[in-house]
């Protein structure tokens, strides 16, 4: 196999085709070996051209509310009064450094994403 750089889509697009070749291939093999090339490439190529940014902070606090029921009140031993974490939901009000300290310890909420946008 001519394993290249990748420059364009269209070089993607034939790597993914030669990956097509040689994905299930036996460890030790060369074809093993041209495997993992062609995988290291086309991920230095995505990330390059196609960068995955972290979730917006309250997206991500409100997909954890959804993906645990939780309501409002129940932010309030992470964020404050009701009316703080009100404000915080519409964006009146930045999260502090505790916010997000309580918000990654009680909910694994990643860092990653509560500290997103941050200057």
Do not use: C, W
Not at 11 to 39: C, R, S
Not at 54 to 74: C, V, Y
């Amino acid at each position: 196999m001519n394993i290249k750089p990748i420059h364009n889509d269209e070089d993607l697009h034939e790597a993914f085709l030669n990956l097509e070749g040689v994905y299930q291939a036996k460890e030790g093999t060369p074809e093993a070996d041209d495997m993992e090339i062609l995988v290291t490439l086309i991920e230095a190529y995505e990330n390059r051209n196609y960068p995955i940014s972290p979730p917006d902070p309250i997206e991500a606090i409100k997909f954890r509310m959804d993906q645990q029921g939780l309501t409002a009140r129940d932010l309030e031993s992470f964020i404050g009064s009701s009316g703080r974490v009100s404000e915080v939901l519409n964006r009146k009000r930045p999260l502090s450094l505790r916010m997000i300290k309580r918000l990654h310890e009680g909910l694994n909420i990643p860092y990653e994403s509560l500290l997103a946008n941050v200057a």
